[in-house]
């Protein structure tokens, strides 16, 4: 928010000078990636009553994997807080480092109770995690890039066996992801280009699709989507 001054003259003033064309990436008028003609309002959540999750006393194969790899995902942004910061200070407000060490450490804490057997329940017990600990614009889409996850998790599992242990295609993976990235430009409007979390997102997609096409087993195809 801007307090404009009382006067008319400096108020009229300042706004002229705010709408000026300008050669500063990102600003609305002037010469950054980001076009204001395709921004759109973020479509905003519906308000779910708290749930409430129960670890399962005993881990099957799928469980032992969910939680070793959030842990491991958990850990990785933590240790990656410095640099992350420092970035995001070169080209936005420099907080994306402590939102990811936010969401970090509250999914440490907070796995003790999630539904791990399951791949869907788990992400779902995962965005609530993060709407409580990641605030601001990017918690919200963080959420949305989950609960597309979530939904393509579920009718996935409801497709295989409750007791098998054999990690899921490579060509399931990869539309899950690209459904969710899409599910990201819709309720953002942003596009690859416009220096979002987009820019890094849909390369990996394309590179999950990619490595389906060639049947790249899934370890291979996710490392490819992380370099890409």
């Known amino acids: 928010l801007l307090k404009l001054p009382a006067d008319a003259f400096e108020r009229t003033s300042m706004l002229q000078r705010l709408d000026a064309c300008t050669h500063a990436p990102g600003w609305p008028r002037g010469g950054g990636a980001r076009v204001a003609s395709h921004a759109k309002a973020l479509i905003p959540l519906a308000k779910d009553e708290a749930k409430h999750y129960q670890r399962p006393v005993q881990l099957t194969t799928t469980g032992e994997k969910v939680e ?18 420092e970035w995001d200070l070169k080209v936005g407000d420099g907080d994306c480092g402590l939102t990811f060490r936010r969401g970090a450490v509250a999914t440490i804490s907070d796995i003790k ?10 992400l779902e017990a995962l965005t609530d995690t993060v709407a409580k600990s990641m605030g601001g614009t990017s918690g919200v889409l963080y959420r949305i890039f989950l609960l597309s996850l979530c939904t393509s ?6 497709g295989i066996s409750s007791s098998s242990s054999s990690e899921p295609p490579t060509a ?9 990235v899409e599910k990201l430009k819709t309720s953002g409007g942003a596009s690859e280009g416009d220096r ?26 996710l490392e490819m989507a992380v370099i890409a």
């Open 153 to 158: 998790a579920r009718a996935y599992e409801t």
């Open 196 to 221: 979002t979390m987009l820019d890094a997102l849909i390369p990996a997609a394309r590179t999950l699709e990619r490595a389906a096409e060639l049947g790249t087993p899934l370890l291979p195809a």
């Open 68 to 85: 070793a790899v959030l842990l491991g995902c958990a850990e990785a942004l933590k240790q990656a807080e410095p640099a992350l910061t």
């Open 113 to 122: 109770r999630y539904p791990l057997n399951s791949v869907g329940d788990s």
């Open 172 to 180: 399931a993976v990869a539309e899950a992801f690209s459904l969710a």
